[in-house]
């Protein structure tokens, strides 16, 4: 009967909250539409930024004979500029580097780092000069018959071991957390200001305490509408952000998006989805409690404000790649389970320290719904004046 | 017949941070049998609210007892709200939900057999003329038929005890004759009555006894020819006055 009259509770809070349409903004919408927007926002930022530089004709002064390094600058759309004093040049800003070939043992890259054009003429060169020593090198061993390991005995070679799965997984783990942080907060603020700030605007707060239930089956009704609208936004934004990623990359990175991979695993699926049900049950306990006193929306905002703020301020944490989880981190809020989407998703987590995490979260659950409890039986019109008020005497 | 609301010294004091303790309510016993409309006529901030609040379990009395059908308010709520239906201006509707889901959500929480609430909330539709809003939601109907949602999701789980808080404030005569006509059915239909009011009319026209209150305190109690005879005056207005006068009259 406890149940069935939670459940009644449970459902008419549902339906009044989710017909606002501002819930459906912040819990829909958003999480679908906004982060994937943002994402394609930044990306295409940074696509017209690095096309912009490509453009930019870089000026550079070629001193020595060296016609095969003067074709290469040509066709990598270096414009070559023919100078007398290459140096007074660079620091007036006239041409942005200066090769120096004119010894046949050295090439020499001189620029003027206080010029951002001379910057990238240094960095576009650097690789263009390291490729062009190496051809110079095959061919002067062919010259003299000498093996190329006689000339370069001590060799640098690079080797990508990240698979696409890991770029990919690496990339989602730099987003999604801080995604799913955001969007569990705006998911959670909204509704709980709504069912409890709203309950004094709307003066419904008698009817509902006067209902033949307790006041624990009301909290309780509340906090499982806000948990479960946290959970909606959550896994609207997951899923809104693994899906589009792939679709936003590809027309901006062209080849490079095809090298990346996301499908997840089902362990990995299981834990994210299990950080979404532990972060919601921490947001909605704390917007609860810091809604719990307030009169009006406007109240209810500004007591959600800070809590917003101090859910975001930690997630700081995941830009730090050597803070993983761990035994010791897994004891603190909103760190610990933006640590476990962002692990899970790269390096994976053992089973031992997602269980721990997890149980971690839900002590604090507990702690801050015990905290609601006591604020509530302290303050008998927090919620009106059902059993256990004891403030009116 | 055995009266289903008793109240026995009934004392309201409140903590204000301000002021002090606040006496809003000193000792009111009164008792309503079915049948039967008991009105509460006072001014403001006399304790008539507080006197009902406490009836309706919504506030815990300081000293006294009292019962709904033989429930304890104090240590029965649960049972005494499934007994009672609790109408007032404080009590809102929930805005966003249709007249249909409003009656239904009222019936199921406060107790009504669930094998029979469609048919309940189909008889107060039918009975408030509510056809062609039943799938309204409630924040988009008129001023009067909300208030014929509220008088129906009062009585929606068929309770037999009602209390109405000021129920007629800020109605239009139209919509408080209609009230008025409403609340002559149910006690047609044997349900007891608390009415509070300070409209004089509504009392006089309405009330089967009427309970003077002032300070916290029944000052008079009793039908309105006795209250006549009592203090020798014939309209309400001035055996009201009458009795509250001589409540401040020193000594």
């Known amino acids: 009967m406890a149940l069935q009259t939670l459940w009644i ?46 453009r930019t004709p870089l000026r550079v002064v070629l001193s020595g004979k060296e016609p095969l390094l003067a074709r290469a600058l040509e066709h990598e759309r270096f414009t070559l500029i023919e100078s007398n004093d290459p140096m007074a040049d660079l620091n007036s800003g006239v ?106 605007e709307r003066e419904t707060v008698d009817t509902t305490m006067g209902l033949a239930v307790s006041r624990l089956q009301i ?44 499908g997840f695993t089902p362990e990995t699926a299981v834990t994210l989805a299990l950080g979404i049900l532990a972060m919601s049950m921490l947001v909605a306990a704390a917007t609860l409690v ?34 993983t989880l761990d035994f010791h981190t897994c004891w603190i809020p909103v760190v610990n389970v933006a640590l476990l989407w962002r692990d899970s998703l790269t390096n994976g987590v053992p089973a031992i320290l997602t269980l721990v995490t997890l149980a971690c979260s ?5 702690l801050i719904l015990g905290l609601l409890s006591w604020r509530l039986s302290r303050q008998g019109r927090a919620l009106g004046f059902w059993e256990g008020s004891r403030s009116p005497q | 017949m055995t009266p289903l609301v008793r109240a026995e010294g009934l004392r309201k004091v409140y903590q204000d941070e301000g002021r002090g303790p606040f006496e809003a309510v000193r ?11 008991f009105g509460l006529l006072g001014s403001n901030g006399a304790g008539k609210t507080t006197t009902l609040k406490m009836l309706a379990t919504l506030l815990p009395p300081t000293a006294g007892r009292a019962s709904i059908c033989g429930f304890d308010i104090n240590s029965q709520s649960h049972q005494v709200r499934q007994k009672l239906g609790f109408y007032s201006s404080s009590t809102g509707l929930y805005p966003r939900l249709s007249v249909t889901e409003t009656l239904d959500f009222f019936a199921r929480i406060n107790g009504y057999p669930k094998a029979r609430v469609a048919a309940r909330v189909q008889e107060l539709i039918e009975h408030f003329q509510l056809e062609q809003y039943r799938h309204v939601r409630v924040e988009r109907l008129s001023s009067g038929n909300k208030q014929k949602v509220s008088i129906a999701r009062t009585i929606a789980h068929d309770p037999p005890v009602l209390i109405f808080d000021e129920p007629t404030v800020g109605l239009d005569v139209v919509a408080a004759l209609a009230f008025q006509q409403r609340l002559k059915e149910l006690r047609t239909q044997g349900k007891t009555i608390i009415l509070s009011t300070h409209i004089m009319s509504e009392a006089e026209k309405l009330c089967d006894r009427i309970a003077i209150v002032d300070s916290g305190q029944i000052l008079a109690c009793a039908q309105l020819e006795e209250l006549r005879t009592a203090s020798g005056l014939h309209y309400l207005e001035d055996i009201f006055i009458h009795y509250l006068q001589s409540n401040k ?3």
């Not at chain 1, 459906?24 to 919408?29: A, D, E, G, Q, W």
């Not at chain 1, 839900?362 to 507990?366: E, K, N, P």
Request: aromatic letters at 8%; hydrophobic letters at 45%.
């Open chain 1, 9 to 54: 509770l449970y459902l008419r809070e549902m339906r009044s909250t989710l017909r606002e349409r501002n819930v459906i903004l912040y819990v829909v919408v958003v999480p679908l539409l906004l982060y994937p927007f943002l994402i394609w926002l930044a990306m295409s930022a940074v696509s017209v930024l690095t096309a912009e530089q490509d």
């Open chain 1, 95 to 200: 041409v942005d580097a200066w090769v120096d070939a004119r010894s046949q043992a050295q090439l020499k890259l001189i620029y003027d780092g206080r010029y951002r054009q001379a910057q990238q003429a240094r960095a576009r060169l650097a690789a263009l000069l390291e490729d062009y020593r190496a051809v110079r090198l095959e061919q002067m061993a062919m010259k003299s018959g000498a093996r190329l390991s006689d000339l370069q005995p001590f060799y640098f070679e690079q080797q990508d071991e990240g698979t696409s799965n890991d770029r990919g997984h690496y990339l989602l783990g730099t987003f999604l957390p801080l995604c799913l942080l955001v969007v569990l907060s705006l998911g959670g603020l909204y509704p709980a200001v709504e069912t409890m700030a709203g309950e004094h």
């Open chain 1, 219 to 262: 909290v309780l009704a509340k906090y499982l509408l806000v948990v479960s609208l946290c959970c909606i936004s959550g896994l609207c934004n997951l899923i809104a952000i693994t899906l589009s990623l792939r679709s936003i990359l590809t027309p901006l990175a062209g080849n490079a998006a095809n090298a990346l991979s996301w």
């Open chain 1, 290 to 323: 810091c809604t719990v006193h307030a009169r009006s929306f406007r109240q209810g905002q500004a007591a959600t404000t800070p809590l917003f703020m101090s859910i975001l301020i930690p997630s700081s944490a995941l830009i730090d790649r050597s803070l």
């Open chain 1, 362 to 366: 839900l002590g604090w659950v507990t």
């Open chain 2, 27 to 37: 000792g009111i016993s009164l008792e309503c049998s079915p049948g039967e409309i």
């Open chain 2, 249 to 251: 009259a020193p000594g």
